[in-house]
């Protein structure tokens, strides 16, 4: 395994950036998934990081999928799932259940795997320019990552088979619409926008914002009154927390609030 296929950088405010680093294309190769795993083991346990940022390196792609090359091995030798897609799932899965916000910052074409990774992401930016979409149909198969699952829960289940059935790539207004991204921006400045808004949320109550994803993550299969009760759960956890008291004596007291950042736990 190659270190540099992904690569990690503190920043300041405690702002995480992870990078995809086989350029021009960025393909999902079992090497990237790898060192992204151990990277997010990394991340994932680390209170001094509040927010992480996900982009590829160059400006042709994000990530434009599978490689075709390694993926054909496997599908030789018979053992796609037990060798490359159980291991990239749970990869995926892991990037999806950070407790951290996710800005994905789509700098170039993002196709396949590379859109069940950015599907994975909590606040997606996308470059004006590119286009996205999941072509698997075209060689006979499916987005096998996760796609069926996260794709339908941001645009309905008609919108998502609609691109998995027929395998087009729609531009970014398009995903835009849909509601697949938040912003669709010039080239130029997604990636600062991404760090713009990284550094909006490193000011936050820490303990707040995880709270906040988990929960709309969780909540979003159960029933209402189930929800409602896991949601009690959360808040009584945030109320406890020492950001909760500061930011309840600041409104009190009408003061700007100064939240620690550090665990949120209560003390």
């Known amino acids: 395994m190659n270190a540099d296929t992904v690569l990690f950088e503190r920043m300041e405010k405690g702002i995480g950036k992870i990078t995809l680093n086989t350029p021009p294309l960025n393909l999902m190769t079992?090497?990237?998934?790898?060192?992204l795993n151990e990277i997010l083991d990394e991340v994932g346990g680390d209170d001094s990081i509040s927010v992480v940022i996900l982009t590829g390196a160059g400006a042709k792609a994000f990530s434009a999928g599978a490689d075709i090359k390694e993926f054909s091995t496997f599908v030789e030798k018979g053992t796609m799932v037990s060798e490359k897609l159980k291991f990239e799932c749970h990869v995926l899965n892991k990037l999806a259940e950070l407790p951290q916000p996710v800005i994905a910052a789509l700098n170039g074409i993002t196709l396949?795997?590379?859109?069940?990774?950015?599907?994975?992401?909590d606040y997606i930016l996308?470059?004006?320019?590119?286009k996205v979409g999941f072509p698997e149909i075209k060689i006979g198969l499916f987005p096998g990552s996760g796609g069926l699952v996260r794709l339908p829960r941001l645009v309905g289940r008609a919108r998502a088979k609609e691109?998995?059935?027929f395998g087009n790539m729609i531009t970014a207004a398009e995903a835009k619409e849909m509601g697949m991204v938040n912003e669709v921006l010039p080239a130029e400045d997604v990636l600062d926008r991404g760090i713009a808004l990284a550094r909006q949320l490193a000011e936050m109550p820490r303990q707040s914002l995880r709270a906040?994803?988990?929960?709309v993550d969780d909540i979003f299969e159960m029933p209402p009154s189930q929800g409602i009760q896991y949601s009690l759960g959360l808040i009584s956890q945030v109320l406890a927390s020492d950001?909760?008291?500061?930011?309840?004596?600041?409104?009190?007291?009408?003061?700007?609030a100064h939240f620690n950042n550090r665990k949120g736990e209560s003390k």
């Open 163 to 165: 691109l998995m059935f």
């Open 243 to 256: 950001d909760a008291k500061e930011g309840v004596d600041a409104f009190i007291h009408k003061r700007e």
């Open 212 to 215: 906040i994803k988990r929960g």
């Open 30 to 35: 079992v090497g990237l998934n790898e060192r």
């Open 112 to 121: 396949g795997g590379g859109l069940e990774m950015a599907l994975c992401c």
């Open 126 to 130: 996308m470059a004006d320019h590119i």
